[in-house]
């Protein structure tokens, strides 16, 4: 059966109530500053999907099914701070985070002053409803991206990334076409590199390392997120489709898969939005969800300190 809300083991999401969008999107014809190039890819069909072990079942990750995408191109790194600085300054627009005078923080991240006075879902206690965080104020008033020009945007809903990609002359993938280029030419890995996390002990991507949520050692270099293009690409050229943060895509979120093209969209009356990818703070021990074929869903006004986005367009 479909299902309009997050699977229940979404752990990493923290959600807003899903409310209809009334802002026009911006027009096209932006010029993203600093971006890190565009892949375009032939398509053609690919194995989507898993039956893993060590997935969730509400995740529909399953079952493998064969699905075609026609070529597009997508951007090699998420949408970093820099760029989305450029859309803000060209359009003047404002973010839900900021309309709404808040976003969830990772408690880890703040000072135990403001941790102590921030409300918590009950179900997800390490997260932290922070007023003032937003885009350029990553943990509420005061604090900036000093540094963080290169590092992904977060603080952006789903409504957000589909402002900026439109902006772009762009849009946001469908999620058939992000694991087709999360996966980077390889059938049925179960990272974009291959099956083992770290071959020959090398960190291949920006993950929770240590005990989560209390410990985390940042042996692979990053406590929080890492620059758009840290790490080594996949075998088509993409950076970090596996950690660093969440990334939005195009589809409602369902978990009945029909059709060859992947398009299995909930339909208008199923609001939560498709995220893959995982982020710095999924580990093995409880959000394993930086596999290539792992997903998960929020309401598309959500916005946390872990999830943002890549572009992607059609060919020719």
Known sequence: MESTQPPPSACCA?????????????VPGGSAAGGSGT????????????????GFPADGEGPVRAVRVAPFLVDACAVSNDEYAAFVAD????TDAERLGWSYVFAGFLPA????GAPRPPETPWWCAVAGAAWHEPAGTGSGLEGLGRHPVVHVSWYDAAAYASWAGKRLPTEAEWEYAARGGLEQARYPWGDELDPDGEYRCNIWRGTFPTRNTAADGYRGTAPVDAFAPNGYGLHNTSGNVWEWCADRWTTE??????????????????????SHLCHASYCNRYRVAARTANTPDSSTGHTGFRCARDAG
Do not use: I, Q
């Open 39 to 54: 892949v375009a890819l032939p398509g053609g069909e690919f194995l989507m999907g898993a039956e893993d072990a060590d």
């Open 91 to 94: 359009t003047g627009y404002v």
């Open 257 to 278: 898969h029909g059709g060859t093209d992947g398009g299995a969209d909930g339909g208008p009356g199923h609001s939560t939005r498709v995220m893959r990818g995982g």
């Open 14 to 26: 923290p959600a807003r109530p899903a409310r209809p969008s009334v802002r026009p999107l911006p």
């Open 113 to 116: 002053a403001l941790r102590r």
